[in-house]
């Protein structure tokens, strides 16, 4: 079975712009979550959604969105970009939520300039 | 609120040599605990967890690992490393077992060097 997949691979944009991410889930899991890793650090919460609702908010400005659409894949939107939000975005899926054990794609490395 | 410390930043061993990484928590429950590993410019792949029951785990890759409730520890361990098992290695605890949906939290990771 196909894991996780994440796309673009990397992308690169200027402060103030807006960048939309795109996850799709192994097949037969229901919930996404999603994660920013900075380099040198481990991945951070940032939301988690199950059967199209957000079930769970970590620490970050309203910049950040998500949404998750009927076929389980899901958009990550971070609107006004900082320098600070470069880093690697991780999806990760699970059968359930909150009990299931996540699967991580490999990624969208954002740089911001 | 949940925190993972895991304390070493880089550990170098030899190839051959046995492994372990430590990783302590902070929870308010029971956790359920993770081990993650990520080779550069890759996701994280699970490499054992641990929800209850038996407290030392068997993982894939030859790894394993102790929940000690006592020491709020859950060190990984391996006998005999390979030069394929240098990577980043994350401990993560989530607050599966006490509902809610605030994802896992994550140590800061420990650099693996593996000298020939």
């Known amino acids: 079975d196909a894991g996780v997949t994440q796309s673009p691979t990397h992308l690169i944009k200027t402060r103030g712009q807006q960048v939309t991410l795109r996850c799709s889930p192994i097949s037969g899991h229901k919930s996404v979550s999603w994660y920013q890793q900075v380099l040198g650090q481990g991945p951070q919460f940032i939301f988690q959604y199950y059967e199209k609702e957000e079930r769970g908010r970590g620490n970050f400005p309203d910049r950040f969105s998500a949404r998750q659409f009927p076929n389980y894949s899901s958009e990550l939107n971070v609107n006004a970009l900082l320098l600070g939000d470069s880093a690697l975005y991780l999806c990760a899926s699970s059968l359930e939520a909150p009990s299931g054990v996540p699967h991580f794609g490999p990624g969208t490395r954002l740089t911001v300039t | ?116």
């Open chain 2, 1 to 116: 609120a949940q925190s993972v410390t895991q304390p070493d930043i880089h550990i170098t061993v030899s190839e051959g040599a046995s492994l372990e990484l430590r990783c302590n928590y902070s929870y308010g429950a029971t956790p359920y605990l993770f081990w993650y590993v990520q080779s550069p410019g890759q996701g994280l792949q699970l490499l054992l967890k641990y929800f209850s029951g038996d407290t030392l785990v068997q993982g894939i890759k030859g790894f394993e690992a102790e929940f000690k409730r006592s020491q709020s520890s859950f060190n990984l361990r391996k006998p005999s490393v390979h030069w394929s098992d240098a990577a980043e290695y994350f401990c993560a605890v989530g607050p599966y077992s006490g509902g809610g949906a605030d994802g896992l939290t994550f140590g800061k990771g420990t650099h693996l060097i593996i000298q020939p």
